[in-house]
């Protein structure tokens, strides 16, 4: 990981005269999974968006590898699904062959909802759809805001193992792929990331590389990052 596919050089986003995120500089480089932890309410989504293109900073400047943003793919907290088509059609609809998607939704555990429409899924089934939704779709850079928050824990440990491989397989096919994942999970943090950005009231306190490291040496550094005054 040698070149920053994204780049944020002092980015600020206000609302309402606060400063949801303030003065961020981070480079986001191609082929990583970069995991932005924080707590609710501490500008992760905002940051995001603005990686999504979806609201433009007040601040700062985004710079791009050669130039051009890439393109995006996003699985959102909220499913977003669309109420009239099927899982499969969201899925095709979003730009995925119709083979790759079926057995995407068979790899999320949810071949026998393909045909279903989104009022017929629970809460969890329509945040995988939309994860599924979000791997269908053409992308270089993958942005998941908390995308399994619904699930319970042994589901999200599955699902969170499925984003890797998915990404990896994507990556060793098409290209290298990236990735940021937003969590306030310390467990999902360590489970996924090449690195950890903490994210605490709008303002990037921490980066920690995350591969290779000692797991509880790491994630007593991250508690003490999200807590600390």
Same mark, same amino acid.
């Given at each position: 990981?040698?070149?920053?596919?994204?780049?944020?050089?002092?980015?600020?986003?206000?609302?309402?005269?606060?400063?949801?995120?303030?003065?961020?500089?981070?480079?986001?480089?191609?082929?990583?999974?970069?995991?932005?932890?924080?707590?609710?309410?501490?500008?992760?989504?905002?940051?995001?968006?603005?990686?999504?293109?979806?609201? &433009?900073?007040?601040? $700062? #400047?985004?710079?791009? +590898?050669?130039?051009?943003?890439? /393109?995006?793919?996003? @699985? *959102?907290?909220? %499913?977003?699904?669309?109420?009239?088509?099927?899982?499969?059609?969201?899925?095709?609809?979003?730009?995925?062959?119709?083979?790759?998607?079926?057995?995407?939704?068979?790899?999320?555990?949810? &071949?026998?909802?393909? $045909? #279903?429409?989104?009022? +017929?899924?629970?809460?969890?089934? /329509?945040?995988?759809? @939309? *994860?599924?939704? %979000?791997?269908?779709?053409?992308?270089?850079?993958?942005?998941?805001?908390?995308?399994?928050?619904?699930?319970?824990?042994?589901?999200?440990?599955?699902?969170?193992?499925?984003?890797?491989?998915?990404?990896?397989?994507?990556?060793?096919?098409?290209?290298?792929?990236?990735?940021?994942?937003?969590?306030?999970?310390?467990?999902? %943090?360590?489970?996924?990331?090449?690195?950890?950005?903490?994210?605490?009231?709008?303002?990037?306190?921490?980066?920690?590389?995350?591969?290779?490291?000692?797991?509880?040496?790491?994630?007593?550094?991250?508690?003490?990052?999200?807590?600390?005054?």
């Amino acid at each position: 990981m040698t070149e920053a596919l994204i780049s944020l050089k002092n980015v600020t986003k206000i609302y309402d005269g606060k400063a949801v995120i303030g003065g961020v500089s981070l480079d986001i480089f191609r082929g990583e999974i970069l995991c932005v932890l924080g707590e609710s309410g501490g500008g992760k989504t905002t940051l995001l968006n603005v990686l999504a293109g979806l609201i &433009s900073p007040d601040g $700062g #400047k985004i710079i791009y +590898a050669g130039g051009a943003a890439p /393109k995006v793919s996003y @699985a *959102f907290q909220e %499913a977003s699904l669309l109420p009239n088509l099927t899982a499969l059609k969201n899925m095709t609809f979003a730009g995925g062959k119709k083979t790759a998607c079926e057995t995407l939704l068979a790899r999320a555990e949810l &071949s026998d909802k393909a $045909g #279903k429409r989104p009022f +017929a899924l629970s809460g969890g089934e /329509k945040q995988r759809v @939309a *994860f599924c939704r %979000a791997f269908a779709a053409p992308f270089e850079l993958l942005l998941a805001d908390e995308p399994f928050s619904a699930l319970d824990i042994a589901l999200r440990e599955r699902m969170i193992a499925l984003f890797a491989d998915l990404l990896r397989e994507r990556g060793g096919t098409e290209g290298a792929k990236t990735a940021v994942f937003v969590t306030h999970s310390v467990k999902e %943090a360590l489970s996924l990331a090449d690195r950890v950005a903490v994210l605490r009231s709008g303002k990037l306190v921490k980066m920690f590389a995350a591969r290779g490291q000692d797991k509880e040496k790491l994630r007593a550094e991250l508690i003490a990052a999200l807590t600390e005054e």
